[in-house]
């Protein structure tokens, strides 16, 4: 990477950063709900906007239906009203079976993939809202993961800038490091032990040090299934919103992985 494009991504990544925090720790519940929900429209058009270049069966204002019936059908499931949560549910289900029908494409196909933009945009994003506001440690929560998935990316990068020599995932892609993966793993250590143990004090050592290589290893997999995807649709870049970053998702990939797996590990157990 240039200098002048990793100076421009640190800046930008400050940046974000601050107000990342702001929103974290100080939005209330509407607000941090609503900008969860634009966020996650913004990362639904940069999939639609590559799909669609790419040829899939797929119709963007479909998928933003998608995005808001299955953002407020989850809302209405986990704050009590079932009923309404049903209505909304048939909804969706109507969007997504006529999705393929606008895109004028093979039906099955276009199915699948309004579900992968369900899974791996929308509901990620609205599981932020779900750690944020079901425990009263929240905003601690959530910057545990981001945290973790921070310094691995960190890590990682320089790791595998300095001592990378073979291939991760070539076919995927081949800038990664089984080395820079290692380094990242001892990121997100660093920040388990610190955060999680001596300050949060989440689990038992044995308990946070496994739940900590668990979310890097799934921190690892997002930034994988993203470049998976590009590499499929044949862009570099999902979108050009963050300066020296890309879009939503390529900024997101490892967080759209994460949060919802510490989300089920502290549900489950």
């Given at each position: 990477m240039p200098r002048s494009e990793l100076s421009q991504r640190v800046v930008s990544g400050l940046i974000l950063a601050s107000f990342s925090l702001i929103y974290i720790f100080y939005a209330s519940e509407l607000p941090f709900v609503l900008i969860a929900c634009f966020i996650g429209l913004i990362g639904t058009?940069?999939?639609g906007r590559a799909g669609i270049g790419r040829g899939l069966p797929l119709h963007q204002a479909g998928l933003y239906l998608n995005h808001l019936l299955s953002f407020s059908a989850l809302w209405f499931y986990f704050y009590g009203d079932e009923q309404q949560s049903k209505l909304f549910i048939y909804a969706l289900l109507g969007s997504i079976?006529?999705?393929?029908?606008?895109a004028k494409g093979k039906f099955i196909s276009g199915v699948i993939w309004q579900l992968v933009a369900l899974i791996w945009v929308t509901l990620p994003i609205y599981i932020i809202t779900l750690?944020?506001?079901e425990d009263e440690r929240g905003s601690l929560l959530i910057l545990f993961v981001i945290l973790t998935a921070a310094f691995n990316d960190?890590?990682?990068?320089?790791?595998?800038k300095k001592f990378g020599k073979h291939k991760l995932a070539a076919a995927i892609s081949p800038n990664k490091t089984i080395e820079g993966s290692l380094f990242g793993y001892l990121g997100g250590l660093m920040v388990g032990i610190l955060m999680g143990g001596y300050y949060l004090e989440l689990f038992p050592w044995p308990t946070l040090i496994l739940v900590t290589l668990i979310l890097v290893f799934s921190a690892q997999v997002g930034d994988l299934i993203e470049s998976k995807f590009k590499r499929y649709c044949g862009i570099k870049d999902t979108g050009n919103i963050l300066p020296g970053h890309g879009g939503i998702l390529d900024r997101f990939d490892a967080y759209l992985t994460s949060l919802p797996t510490f989300w089920l590990i502290l549900h489950f157990f």
């Open positions: 058009y940069e999939f079976l006529a999705g393929p029908v606008l750690l944020r506001f960190i890590f990682a990068y320089f790791g595998g």
